[in-house]
């Protein structure tokens, strides 16, 4: 067995930190086997490294290693492009053709970003791990493999499947063992050394010194969190060795390349983002319009309140004009209107006509008020004719219209009409 030093240099990887050497480690002790392998890490921090070291330390070195990116495979073909397709399976299919289980036959296939893929493939991918087994699209004829899977993600797999994203059960299939890969900000003492591997590097591609940093920019350089790890580090690497004229490299020409070079390994307070899947949008919207609809219904118990303490309804109407108005909005029918249609829409009672008792004037000093009584309540069956008729106006006779408008079903509007022989 190869020494994990030996690997590196066979590899090209670079580090001395403990978390990498147990990661190479690991990979180099499940390469004999036909375990499955699952490598997490952020983006970034060189994660197809290890199914390389995997497939080229295996029995199946000789055979084919096929390396897929599930995210970039649309949706609409990615079954196609794994498990192959019959020829007129859907449009476009002019041949039979076969997938990468199928080729791979025998070697290593390596499903980078797995955790991209839609729940339909996941089902199929599953039976592929379980039994070997695979079925092209638009084939009933059950077809055998034998490849050997490792996957690999940046996606963190506890939430993805609270959140049913991805499914359970393949997780557990395609972590039998899970190898982590440590980000570059935990990886202290290899960052300068990546990237002087990187300056050196690219001061041969394009034939010129090598770029260095002072002590300084040394430490800015350990500082930063490299949120795109060791990819961002070479980009950074490779645009200061093009770019700057001067091959000794300060600390205001590193942090000018530094995008938002506050971000240091100090602690500090983090915004995190809402999750899209909970509902706190939902919940304040709700909490709002309930708060909103309790306000319009104190406004309402005020007015009526007013209406129930003073006979004239048009003096209160001209006292709480603003009240009115922020009930029933800004462009609200009469109030006259909206006492009908507000009985209407509340199927509330109308309000018995009681005949009034005659009393002496000395002895009932409340006698004029029942005679208003009265009066009020003639007009409540006269203003609801003249609401009718002129909502019929307005709608031209359309009796639906002006049914939606009156807020009362089209029967009662119906049976209005009859009653008031309109």
Known sequence: MESVQAIKQRFELIGNDPKLN??????????????????????????????????????????KYIAVNCGAIPEGTIDSELFGHEKGAFTGATQTRSGYFEVADGGTIFLDEVGELPLTTQVRLLRVLENGEFLKVGSSQVQKTNVRIVAATNVHMYEAIKKEKFREDLYYRLSTVEINIPPLRERQEDIHLLFRKFASDFGQKYKMPTIRLDDDAVQLLLKYRW?????????IAEQISVLEESRQVSWSTLNSYLPNSGSTNLPAVVNQKKDESDFSNEREILYK????MKSDLNDLKKLTLELMKNDNGEK????????IRKIYGE???????IDRSSLEVLHLPEPKVETPVSRPPAEDKYH??????????LSLQEKEVELIKKSLERNRGKRKAAAAELGISERTLYRKIKQYDL
């Not at 949120?227 to 980009?235: A, F, S, V």
């Not at 209160?316 to 009240?323: H, K, R, S, T």
């Open 368 to 377: 004029f008020a029942e005679e208003i009584e009265e009066e009020e309540t």
């Open 227 to 235: 949120p795109g790890n060791i990819r961002q580090l070479r980009n």
């Open 289 to 292: 319009v309930l708060f909103d």
């Open 22 to 63: 147990r990661a190479i480690e690991k990979a180099v002790q499940v390469a004999p086997t036909d375990i499955s392998v699952l490598v997490t890490g952020e983006s970034g921090v060189g994660k197809e490294s290890i199914p390389k070291i995997i497939h080229s330390l295996s029995h199946r070195k000789h055979a």
């Open 331 to 337: 462009n609200g029918e009469d109030v006259e209107d």
């Open 316 to 323: 209160v109407q001209e006292e709480n004009e603003g009240l």
